[in-house]
């Protein structure tokens, strides 16, 4: 039976654009002229690699599932508001550039490819992983990302998650096993979430405010608007052939495109899981 892999594009790109920005500044207080990839380049090999690993079959449904302007801040104005000043700390990144190349990035995967870019102008990436949990029910889905947020998805029992961080086999990318999902989000909506500016107040916390932030924070209920609006895209998805020759315009894009389809660097669950136990036996030994 064929799988759904389901890519928070947002995760793997801002990583991208962080350490070009990095490389750039090693190279003025270097003073060597090295080559730094655009992020745009390496979104688009880190997107191959982790399907690479994944191991994908051509019936396999792939969705690059990405942001809209998200809902939540229409009922919680401080979700995070913090985002755009600290965008503006990284002065030599120019965002509007940036964006406007992932979006290149993505037409051409859209049409050159058959993947499925999905965008719901009043979501965020992370409601269409969670629509696809619901709507590919009978299915295996993948998801793909490095926000800890949708790890409370692997309540599903036919969701996975994939980590393109961590370590595994001479590279990145492998399986995380959850083991308390349902913890994830009562613990946020219990201690908030700085990252996403949610901010517990201790002293004047209502139940109202707790309410609010279980809105915002579960994904394993969305807001009947927003989960109805998803699931009419999925449901409206085309059939698509591969047209590779309109593949983003790299060096040798065709040649790494099809190695998605290649087994050798396929890692399982199981694998993962097991790795994963003996490094936490490993970590217990050497505490001793």
């Known amino acids: 039976m064929s799988k759904v892999i389901c890519i928070d594009t947002s995760t793997l ?10 490389q ?3 190279k003025k207080e270097s003073n060597f002229d090295i080559f730094v990839p655009p992020a745009h380049y390496v979104y688009f090999t880190s997107l191959l690699s982790a399907l690479k690993r994944i191991g994908v079959d051509k019936d396999d449904i ?10 939540r801040k229409e009922v919680a104005g401080y979700y995070k508001a913090q985002r755009a000043e600290a965008r503006e700390k990284h002065e030599l990144i120019n965002w509007d550039r940036q964006f406007a190349k992932l979006n290149e990035v993505n037409n051409a995967l859209n049409v050159s490819t058959n ?44 969701v996975k998650i994939f980590n393109m961080t961590k370590k595994c086999k001479g590279g990145k990318g492998m399986y995380e096993k959850v083991d308390a999902p349902l913890k994830i989000i009562a613990d946020k909506v219990r201690l908030g979430d700085v990252s996403d500016n949610i901010i517990v107040d201790k002293q004047n916390d209502t139940e109202n405010d707790a309410w609010l932030r279980h809105k915002i924070i579960n994904l394993l209920e969305l807001p009947i608007e927003i989960e109805n609006a998803i699931t009419d895209i999925l ?13 983003p315009d790299f060096k040798d894009a065709k040649k790494k495109f ?9 890692i ?15 970590k217990k030994k050497e505490k001793k």
């Open 24 to 26: 750039i500044i090693k």
């Open 115 to 158: 993947w499925h870019v999905v965008r719901e102008w009043n979501s965020e990436a992370d409601d269409i992983c969670s629509v696809c949990c619901r709507f590919y029910k009978d299915k295996e889905v993948i998801i793909v990302t490095i926000d800890k947020d949708l790890h409370q998805l692997a309540y599903y029992s036919n």
């Open 268 to 282: 399982t669950y199981d694998y993962c899981v097991n790795l994963l136990e003996k490094r936490k036996n490993r």
């Open 62 to 71: 792939v969705i690059l599932a990405t942001e809209g302007k998200s809902w």
């Open 235 to 247: 449901n409206n998805l085309s059939q698509k052939e591969l047209n590779l020759d309109d593949l």
């Open 13 to 22: 790109f801002f990583p991208c654009v962080f350490n070009w920005e990095r």
């Open 258 to 266: 099809l190695k998605i389809y290649e087994k050798d660097k396929v």
